[in-house]
């Protein structure tokens, strides 16, 4: 298969490695991001000769920067509940994997990024790996799955100050919450997430299926939180205060938000 913003290689293990390749944008998350990961992730859903699943970004400075803050421009809400609709679709698919599926986060996972990381169904940081839900200083809300996964993973303490802060968090504050499940250095990133999906994939696979379908039951189905984070990802879009921080983003400024 070939894409152009992301890359899909699979080991003689079975091991699909995706790499969401826009490093000019820090990887951020465009459409077309979006249509390949589904496409990669339906494809390996499809194909008994994946055996599990990594995500990663190209380059050593993100994984994902976020949702693309450029494709928000003159977004109106309607356009902004599909957008929202669209990223939870993609990301649902991804936690709905019957195949082990690792971020490995190599940077910065901030809005889109930290909700893919969390669609994952575990995460590897590099130390260098930072976390957020920056979407507060743009105006908007987290609107892939963001303010229904962060609590489940985190907690509700945990989540609700990443969520209403802002704020990035280092690799290994992120391990102390639970938001990753190891952090290592840069150069072992890769070779780290292999080696615990080597050892998973040798496991009884059909086992792995089931174990995965158990602990998608364990969960309330998210689907009624999900359609309310994007209908508030839709009203977000209709404030002064959106455009306001969608245009010191551009305009590489800070933003005067007036709560309108
Ligand atoms: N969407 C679109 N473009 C993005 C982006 C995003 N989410 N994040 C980074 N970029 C682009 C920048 O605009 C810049 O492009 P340019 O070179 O054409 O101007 C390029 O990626 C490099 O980013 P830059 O800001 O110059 O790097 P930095 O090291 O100074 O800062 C960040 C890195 C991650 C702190 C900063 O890019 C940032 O705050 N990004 C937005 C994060 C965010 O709010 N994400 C949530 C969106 S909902």
New binding site residues.
Partial sequence: MSFSTVRFDVDDQGIGLITISRP???N?LNATVLDELDECFSAANETDDIRGVIVTGEGP??FV??????E?ADLNPEDAEDMARRGQSVFQRIEDMLIPVIAAVNG?A????CELAISCHMRIASDNAAF?Q??V??G?I?GYGGTQRLPRLIGRGNATEMLLTGDMIDASRAYEIGLVNKVVALDELLESSKTLMTTIISRAPVAISLVLEAIRASYLPPDEGLRREATLFGQACETEDFKEGVSA??E?RPATFQGR
Avoid at 65 to 70: E, N, S, T, V
Avoid at 110 to 113: Q, Y
């Fill in positions: 000019e944008k820090l951020a400075k993100a920067a976020g949702a693309d803050i450029q928000f910065f901030l809005g889109g990024g957020a920056p979407e200083n743009l908007l987290p983003f551009l590489k």
